[in-house]
């Protein structure tokens, strides 16, 4: 049986998901994306002036709606989703929708594209469900701008289907009929909805995504199944097999220092509390935030520097950690493997020798050369800790927190 209710859906809700390492693309580029792996959504022409907004309107022919393309759901409710239904209504629309912030983001952009009559507005998306350990859609046929407040009103309609191991590139129609028909009651659209789910699951392995969704996906006044809104997040991880998406960046959008960070071969995300951290390998970075809140502190950034001991990347993640005012203090946490730890404090002090900390330092080494590596940061001014509860009790106490 592939249908039960879930609970929470806040998986689910794009904007209250951990995205940290995933890349977004707009609608416009996602649709490009469904369309080419024959999934129906509308083609239009991106405007980044009311201009231009006008002359793609007037190619495509009236009514159209303009849809401001930033990296945020919601865009509706915001205003930035109107639909135009005469000549001299599109260029004041446009204009509105191009001086919009939408959740702290600046509209640059607009998709034109032809308006559709909508029958019926379903929610549909798939997605990894860590627990499971697969793939998974998640439907509801109460779909559209509510889709939120549904799922916390009434949980019980927000369907599942899980994708069993390994079938993302070719499932049966058999595993989706149920889920589709829950969706969409008539077999027509049904049809259509299996459909869909199969080229979804398709794009979904072999663009190495994190998330589709479609919300709303529509039945228009024909009886046709459509997406009528489109958003992907590709996995990080996955991007070196996809040059073709990177292209698809969009910097503008972007947080500057994390791409930067990238670029210096470092793995930096951006988080609210004030203990700046250093850390050599992803999985260490994160138990160090963990062991960081739960001794009352709050991290400033996730921060991976890898395994080298290069002064260059060290003074580099120095900077990129200082740059944020609210940083008070940082925990450094290395573990030594084939990093030695005599080569990592080396680097570091010769990352202090080149620039100015101003917040002081806790510094855990453990592993490979460790003695060797402590020895070197005697009678400087890093806290030294034993092990990484003592080190981020230390922080979060210099950061003002416990
Ligand atoms: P979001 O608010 O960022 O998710 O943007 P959507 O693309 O989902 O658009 C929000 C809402 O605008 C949809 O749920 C629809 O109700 C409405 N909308 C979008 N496109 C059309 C269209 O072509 N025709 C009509 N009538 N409504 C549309
Ligand atoms: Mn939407």
């Known amino acids: ?40 959504a509308p083609d239009g022409i991106v405007a980044r002036s009311a201009r231009e907004a006008e002359q793609a ?20 409710k915001a205003g930035g989703v109107k639909v135009v239904t005469k000549e001299d209504e599109i260029i004041p629309t446009a204009e509105k929708i191009l001086e919009l912030e939408i959740k702290g983001l600046q509209v640059n952009k607009v998709l ?8 019926k507005e379903v929610y549909l998306s798939i997605l990894i469900d860590r627990g499971a350990r697969k793939a ?7 779909g559209g701008v509510e889709i939120e407040i549904t799922a916390k009103e009434a949980p019980e309609k927000i369907l599942r289907c899980e994708v069993p191991a390994g079938q993302l590139n070719n499932l049966p129609k058999e595993l989706l009929q149920d889920f589709a028909s829950k969706l969409f009651p008539d077999a027509a659209q049904a049809d259509q909805c299996v459909d869909i789910m199969i080229k979804l699951a ?5 663009k190495d995504c994190s998330l589709l969704e479609i919300n709303p996906l529509i039945v228009d006044d024909q009886g046709k199944v459509i997406a009528l809104d489109a958003k992907a997040l590709i996995d990080d991880n996955g991007l070196f097999r996809h040059p073709e998406l990177v292209e698809l960046r969009d910097m503008e959008e972007e947080d500057v220092d994390e791409l930067k960070a990238k670029e210096e071969g470092l793995s930096f995300i951006r988080l609210d509390g004030n203990i700046g951290c250093m850390v050599n390998g992803a999985g260490l970075a994160m138990a160090t935030m963990d062991t960081i809140k739960h001794f009352g502190g709050d991290p400033a950034n996730f921060l991976d520097v890898g395994g080298s001991s290069n002064p260059k990347k060290v003074v580099a993640a120095f900077k990129m950690i200082l740059k944020d005012p609210k ?39 453990k592993g490979t050369n460790e003695a060797e590596g402590l020895k070197l940061l005697e009678g400087t001014e890093l806290h030294p800790a034993q092990t990484l509860e003592e080190g981020a009790v230390l922080a979060a106490k210099l950061g003002g927190q416990s």
């Open 202 to 206: 398709r794009l979904f392995a072999e």
């Open 1 to 40: 049986m592939c249908v039960q209710a879930v609970g929470p859906f806040a998986r689910v809700d794009s904007d209250s998901t951990t995205q940290e390492f995933t890349m977004k693309i707009h609608e416009y580029q996602a649709k490009a994306l469904f369309r080419e792996f024959g999934i129906p």
């Open 57 to 76: 309107a007037m190619t495509l022919g009236l009514p159209v709606v303009i849809k401001a393309q930033v990296h945020v759901g919601g865009r509706g």
């Open 327 to 365: 940083v008070k203090v940082i925990l450094i946490n290395i573990f030594g493997g084939i990093t030695r730890c005599d080569d990592i404090a080396r680097g570091i002090l010769q990352a202090l020798d080149e620039m100015e900390v101003p917040v002081p330092i806790v510094i855990r080494l």
């Open 136 to 142: 998974v859609f998640i439907g509801c046929a109460d």
């Open 112 to 119: 034109v594209t032809p308006a559709a009559n909508i029958a």
